[in-house]
């Protein structure tokens, strides 16, 4: 069970803006840019300073620290000062009695520009030199020597657009004055110490001036590790200039218009085979939509490097990736952090490769996996690889040959409804790229009734890690899961987190939780030793054993006991992953505790008539490790993955000269209950992890890639019903995109 | 005005055409969430319970498109109203399935559910379409849709009839006890008092998208304007008629399969709101209803205090947002020939359920020995106005099907619509999808003419 579902289904879980309103709170709403690249001729604020309820008006001006929010790169203003670079872009923000009040007085804010061109493409931006910072570029083997070796040389373009994490809670923050220059923030982050720091520098204070707690988040999906900060920000300068409380909530089409999305990406490659079909060499340029400004992008970047292979071993590699500077909103995190992109472009390099050998693609991705001790192109090599195990599985417990033959003949006897089927392998690396992310606070108290709080560095935001830490701890310190209690995350209990991401949260705070615990249970051991004497005492469901004999001490009495010796009951913990490593001057390291495997076996029907379609099954055999708990596991594996068809299908981001139109939910469609396939999901048996906590593995991020097998299943129908045309590589295959390649306007 | 919020009446001087979901908010009301506030996601779901003769009626209905007067005099159920001490079969199922994660969506899922089994109508397989309108952006539903089938387990209290519906989910702990009083209490709760200079609102599915709040609010739902009824020559649908009703309309099903056809027009708990009165006047392009009727040869009456003019459908619209519309009248009733035709009806969206069509259309005719007779083409989403496509249909008259004729229809018909590249697609995808179909309306209703598939 999930722990936080009985209050999820009272309506009792208090996210931020459920939070009772303190007195006197003010709201703040946010002027932004109105066009894509401009300087700023003048702003005039006096009018709106004048409206009904506006108490204060915000700018540039009034930022007593460093205008500045760039995580990675110092490149971000927090309220644009002199030119602009993206439509909905903060240029000042109004703090007013009430919201309706605030959002009112935004049209007396009087502005003139002087309109620069803008870029969106990123080709063209990489064209003109435009980046966000310099290129990467990762080797292996010696690409150039083997094309003459190569039977068959694959040359083609692959294009993949953005995505809206739409988070059901919109971005939110609440701030509070405290005394001697505390401000206290409530805000919906998944970086308490991120926006600890940013507001901090802005304010020009020291960190401890700043306490940020962190209670729950109502979705996020990356779309709150770096995103989330600007509106505490704000709040926290509405606090300084005013003492009183502020709030700030965007509403969804806010949100939409202000919040980076998922980086489109637009690739050239080109793939080598032998005449088996094994792959000698791959080739390619990965342009980043990065945005206006950097945001994570170079980190994203970097693990679109990491994965270009994704389930495959390729012994020459040679790929660059660009990040390239556009007018449009920094581009952000979201949910597998640029190897879903990187791994988009392998799976169609392997399906034209199928298309033009006419190998079967799912021989050409069987016959290179992954096997133990494959060297990937940032030199690492594959330890408990289950690659062509999970590949194997999934084709069995799916009956993929007898699906595809029944596919096949269903095919030959309807004419405009055709069924298509692929298979979807993924591999992804678990830690923080950024090698010194990757360390975990925790605090464990345990109080002298026997009941305990912990409090980690890692955020709630839907993915359960509260209850897997609770379990960590419940079977750490052998007691029952009702003694534990997971606290708010809060950088006065726990400092210096890492932001809850890259499918690392359990995995880090989990194991910093358990050191912890061990602290605490080594020193009720020796309290149990001085009273009970010799025999090696172990606690077991909340009681003390001696010498593996059950003793009438049970564990309130262990706690009394230690307490009244004064023996310390709290324990603070540090985790940092061991053994990882990565040298950016050689691009070779380790930079990963350990990978991920899996596949997916995916069926679609396609109506040929009218270019519509449905995702009918998925069928994944996934490796979770030996999973923390099962029912988790298996919603972040169907969570992910319906998250990933939709990005690959109907998620369409449309933008008219660098503004976005698909700003609502009329208009950005996700999946709904409807479209929702029928979804088997199965683990790996006998799968333990020892790179992790109770043998477990991550699993945030790695499902959303095997929604990529959506993509080719529809591709595989499609192409049933004609294949006399060029398929185009470009994700989202909407609608529109499927009729246009089945028909043709005479 | 009053109402009976949860199991409290309460008594507010706000004005009447802000949003519920605001004003439940505001007082402390937090189990409601606001994520979308345009009736797409869900998260704001209430019940709305209401005495239609003495019996009493509760709709899931989207509280950020339900200004208050509209709550005037009835029944109000958030989350709040609906726990009791532990948890209920719903909230348990939820819980045993993780069938929540981030548990923004949550509350508005169980309200939902909750009217899934208030309502009568709903078949024990039709428990999925009750949470059509809930997005999650969390489990991807398949945990969701385990819940609803260990709900399953107590569909049978659903089965009784809708006076016993409410005191057998009592004793279910589906609902609370309180809710064997709310019928009493609301008899004895004033109506909100008519008035009726201001903005008309219908169903307010779209004015609400457009205009959060409205200064002036005239409820049509006051007026007598609602309900499915036929004469010797004609079925008549009254304007303030919601779209599920007509959906479920047995009149209209007698001549029309109209309950299938209108399935993946927007979700439930927006069916139940949004009327073809609103939908008409409204005016949009794409109205899937008003294409639908387009091509029913529909006439409308329009009713200025107590005369009334009848037109076709296809002559109120004049341009973009231009209606023949005098000051003062309004739209009473949609009528249509009471006879069995051929017809069909299609809409293709970027997502196929609670959507808005790229391109929709409908065609009817009769087929009198190979000759199509009496055609009507109707589309929506490839000009201004919502299209009868008078020249195609002229074409088609007295012809004999073949699939030479289609292609020339088709062709008539790309002069005749003028699309535009926006949000919903380009103007030459539009052009290529209302081609196809129109190809889909023939082969899918000649399926005996095996030369149609000549088309593709």
């Not at chain 1, 996700?670 to 992790?692: M, Q, S, Y």
């Not at chain 2, 004015?207 to 409205?214: C, E, R």
């Not at chain 2, 008549?236 to 959906?247: F, L, Q």
């Not at chain 2, 949004?274 to 409308?300: H, K, Q, R």
Request: one cysteine or more.
């Amino acid at each position: 069970m999930n722990d936080l579902t009985p209050p999820h289904t009272r309506g009792e879980s208090v996210f931020v803006d459920d939070m009772p309103e303190p007195r006197l709170m003010l709201h703040a709403a946010v002027f932004a840019s109105s066009i894509a690249h401009g300087k700023i001729k003048n702003l005039d604020i006096q009018k709106a300073e004048k409206c009904a309820g506006v108490v204060k008006v915000l700018t540039a001006k009034d930022i007593p620290g460093i205008n500045q929010i760039g995580g990675i790169i110092q490149d971000e203003e927090l309220l644009a000062d002199e030119k602009v670079d993206f439509i909905g872009q903060p240029i000042a923000v109004i703090i007013a009695e009430t919201k309706e009040q605030a959002k009112q007085a935004l049209s007396s804010i009087k502005i003139d520009y002087e309109k620069l061109p803008a870029i969106f493409d990123p080709r063209v931006a990489a064209k003109k030199g435009l980046l966000i910072a310099h290129s990467r570029t990762f080797n292996l083997g010696d690409v150039d020597s083997v094309w003459d070796k190569c039977a068959s040389i694959i040359k083609g373009r692959a294009d993949s657009g953005g995505q809206e994490h739409l988070y059901l809670e919109t971005q939110s923050s609440l701030a509070l004055p405290g005394e001697n220059g505390r401000i206290i923030i409530y805000s919906s982050t998944q970086s308490p110490s991120r926006v600890q720091n940013t507001i901090a520098q802005v304010l020009g204070c020291d960190m401890n001036a700043i306490e940020v707690d962190v209670k729950r988040l109502g979705g996020a999906f990356g779309g709150k590790e770096d995103q989330a900060t600007p509106w505490a920000a704000f709040c926290a300068l509405g606090v300084l200039y005013t003492g009183r409380p502020v709030k700030v909530v965007l509403d969804r089409q806010e949100d939409m218009q202000m919040t980076g999305k998922r980086h489109p990406y637009s690739t050239d490659y080109v793939l080598g085979l032998d005449k088996d079909g094994k792959i000698l060499a791959l080739s390619a340029e990965y342009y980043q939509n990065s945005g206006a400004c950097a945001d994570l992008s170079t980190s994203i970047l970097e693990r679109t490097l990491f994965h270009v292979t994704n389930s495959y071993y390729i012994p020459n590699v040679r790929v660059s990736a660009y990040p390239c500077k556009t007018n449009l909103v920094p581009f952000t995190a979201f949910r597998g952090f640029g190897a879903p992109q990187g791994m988009f472009v392998m799976e169609c390099a392997l399906s034209q490769a199928a298309d033009e050998t006419g190998i079967p693609v799912s021989v050409l991705q069987e016959k290179n996996l992954l096997k133990e001790g494959d060297q990937f192109p940032y030199g690492m090599k594959t330890e408990n690889c289950h690659a062509k195990r999970s590949f194997s599985e999934v084709v069995q417990d799916s009956k993929y040959e007898e699906l595809k033959r029944t596919i096949e003949d269903f095919n030959v006897k309807n004419r405009f409804i055709k069924k298509g089927i692929s298979i979807m392998p993924i591999c992804f690396g678990i830690s923080f790229t950024t090698t010194f992310l990757n360390q975990a606070g925790a605090l464990v108290h345990v109080y002298n009734d026997g009941s305990v709080s912990i409090s980690t560095g890692a955020v709630e935001m839907g993915q359960g890690v509260n209850t897997k830490i609770k379990s960590i701890a419940a079977r750490t310190l052998s007691i029952k899961l009702e003694r534990i209690r997971i606290e708010s995350t809060n950088t006065t209990r726990v400092a210096n987190t890492s932001p809850t991401a890259a499918s690392s949260g359990a995995d880090l705070n989990g194991k910093a939780v358990e050191i912890a615990c061990e602290i605490i249970i080594k020193r009720l051991k020796n309290v149990a030793s001085e009273k009970l004497g010799n025999g090696i005492i172990t606690i077991e469901d909340e009681s003390v054993y001696q010498a593996g004999i059950k003793t009438e001490v049970t564990w309130e009495e262990l706690i009394m006991l230690a307490y009244k010796k004064r023996v310390n009951l709290s324990a603070q913990a540090l985790y940092a992953t061991p053994g990882i490593y990565f040298d950016r001057e050689k691009e070779k390291g380790e930079p990963f505790a350990y990978h991920v495997f899996g596949s997916a076996v995916t069926e679609v029907t396609v109506d040929c008539l009218r270019g519509t379609y449905t995702i009918d099954k998925v069928h994944v055999v996934h490796d979770a490790g030996k999973s923390l708990n099962e029912l988790i596991d298996i919603g972040q594996v169907e969570g992910g993955l319906i998250q990933g068809i939709g990005w690959m299908t109907i998620e369409e981001l449309i933008y008219d000269n660098g503004k976005l139109i698909t700003d609502n939910l009329a208009t950005y469609k996700v999946p709904d209950l409807r479209f929702t396939p029928k979804i088997n999901v199965k683990f790996l048996e006998d799968a333990d992890n020892p790179a992790a906590v109770l043998q477990s593995k991550g699993i945030g991020e790695p499902p959303f890639m095997y929604g990529i097998g959506a993509y080719f299943a529809l591709k595989n129908a499609a192409q049933a019903f004609r294949k006399d045309k060029d398929w185009r590589y470009s994700a989202p295959l909407t609608h529109e995109k499927l009729l246009l390649y089945l028909h043709d306007m005479k | 005005m009053k109402f009976i919020l949860n199991q409290k009446i309460i008594e507010t001087n706000e004005p009447l055409g802000i949003p519920t979901l605001d004003f439940l908010r505001k007082i402390g009301i937090k189990g409601v969430k606001e994520s979308c506030h345009e009736g797409d996601c869900g998260a704001c779901m209430v019940l709305l319970g209401d005495l239609k003769d003495n019996t009493l009626v509760y709709k899931a209905t989207t509280s950020c498109l339900l200004p208050l007067g509209e709550i005037a005099g009835k029944h109000l159920v958030t989350i709040e109203g609906l726990n009791q001490n532990g948890l209920n079969p719903i909230q348990q199922a939820f819980v045993d399935t993780g069938g929540t994660q981030c548990g923004f969506c949550t509350p508005g899922i169980i309200i939902s559910l909750t009217g899934f089994f208030i309502n009568s109508n709903l078949e024990k397989n039709d428990i999925l379409t009750a949470i059509e309108g809930n997005i999650c952006r969390c489990t991807g539903y398949a945990s969701i849709i385990r819940a609803t089938q260990l709900l399953s387990d107590h569909i049978s209290v659903v089965k009784k009839s809708n006076k016993e519906r409410i005191p057998t989910l009592i004793d279910a702990d589906i609902l609370p006890a309180y809710f064997s009083d709310i019928s009493e209490q609301l008899k004895e709760l004033k109506k909100v008092p008519k008035h009726n200079k201001g903005t008309y609102v219908a169903g307010g599915t779209d004015l609400f998208v457009q205009n959060k709040t409205l200064v002036d609010p005239v409820f049509l739902s006051e007026m007598d304007l609602s309900g499915v009824w036929s004469d010797k020559t004609h079925i008549y649908v009254g304007a303030m008629t919601d779209t599920e009703s007509i959906r479920t309309s047995v009149e209209l099903n007698s001549v029309l399969n109209i309950e299938k056809h209108l399935s993946k027009v927007s979700s439930l708990p927006i069916r139940q709101k949004a009327t073809i009165g609103g939908n008409i006047v409204n005016a949009s392009p794409i109205g899937d209803l008003t294409i639908y009727f387009l091509a029913l040869d529909a006439e409308i009456s329009l009713k200025f205090e107590d005369k009334n003019r009848i037109i076709k459908l296809k002559d109120f619209f004049k341009g973009y947002k231009m209606l023949d519309l005098k000051k003062g009248e309004i739209l009473e009733w949609v009528r249509i020939r009471k006879e069995k035709k051929l017809f069909s009806f299609e809409k293709v969206a970027k997502r196929m359920h609670g959507d808005i069509a790229s391109v929709n259309s409908a065609l009817s005719l009769k087929l009198d020995n190979k000759i199509i007779r009496e055609p009507h083409l109707s589309a929506g989403g490839i000009g201004p106005i919502p299209m009868y496509l008078e020249k195609t249909s002229i074409f088609l008259e007295n012809k004999e099907i073949s699939s030479d004729l289609i292609k020339g229809a088709a062709q008539i018909t790309d002069k005749e619509i003028s699309p535009i590249d926006d949000v919903r697609g380009s103007a030459l995808y539009k052009r290529l999808l209302l081609r196809q179909l129109i190809y889909a309306h023939f082969i899918k209703l000649f399926p005996e003419f095996p030369e149609l598939e000549g088309l593709l």
